[in-house]
């Protein structure tokens, strides 16, 4: 039983820690579909986390802090439109200013707001997302099998956690069921001919990096509205980065994006049980290694285990219109 206990808390944990990356990959699953690569989700993610957390602070309401979240994160993601979708620019350079600028940025307004060397202050009850319980929860936590699955990984994650798994079916529902998915589609594979039909190739685009905005604000609220409490400097630490390579090997579909994210989520909080653990044979493996064990691993799947991926064949490329 303390087998099948240790297995739940390490799941509850892998639940908890893919959130983020599964919001930031649905955001990258809506820009690359619509032919726009984006490297600056680690960017939103973060000014998101700081924007949220700040606004939380200061109004002391959650709800604020995750609007004013969405609302920078989507600022952010139409900088980056009008750096690659208005101006043409290279999409990849975009992406890594606005990486650069909200590492920045974050900090340089952080400290002079609230003089805590670029943190917010520590978030309290009502600044912050906190658990919900499942009716019957503490009932059956003591049930053997059924009350640690129910008690511990159904019931008891905030509000965000059951939006960004929601979000799945949902963005599959988008993508694949509506008008708007379908032209969003097009668009990432032949803007040239949702131009002929008389469709704005650079509204759609647009609308999809207001999607992304709105998902990386919200993954960036979780980190310092739930996840943390605060926003601390660097926060995402190269979560937008993991998630990219979520969305390739999972070859740009919502359902494989939420089991690579499931994953990847795995691999980090085994890493975090195993810390400073002795494993068979190998005996006690230096902290170090096992913080750096996800990346590894990420590295590892994405060389040797998804075959070829094949990106939208308009992406990264700024559509011209013809004359």
Known sequence: MDVFIAIVQILDSTIRLSVPLLLACLAGLFSERSGIFDIGLEGK????AFAGAAAASVFHSAFIGLGMAILISV?????????????????IVSGVAINFIAAGSTIILGQAWFQ?????????????FDAIVWPGADAVRD????????????SGHSLLVYLAFLMVPFTWWVLFRTRFGLRLRAVGENP???????????????????????????????????QNGGFVKDMTAGKGYIALAALIFAKW???????????????????????GSPLPIIGKVPVQFMQALPYILTVILLAGFIGKAIPPRAGGVPYVKER
Request: with cysteine; proline share 5%; net charge positive.
């Open 192 to 226: 040239a001919a949702v131009d002929t039909a008389g469709i704005s190739v650079a509204w759609l685009r647009y609308r999809a990096l207001i999607c992304t905005g709105i998902l990386t604000g919200v993954a960036g609220a979780y980190l310092s509205m739930v």
């Open 75 to 91: 600022a952010f993601a139409m900088v980056h439109g009008f750096a690659s979708i208005t101006h043409r620019g290279n999409q």
């Open 143 to 154: 049930v053997p099998v059924i009350g640690p699955i129910y008690a511990e990984l159904i």
């Open 45 to 48: 993610m973060l000014v998101g």
């Open 253 to 275: 579909k919502p359902v494989n994006a939420m089991f690579a994210c499931l994953l990847f989520g795995f691999l980090d909080a085994a890493a975090i049980r195993l810390q």
């Open 116 to 128: 805590q060397g670029g943190r917010t202050p520590a978030l309290q009850p009502g600044e912050r």
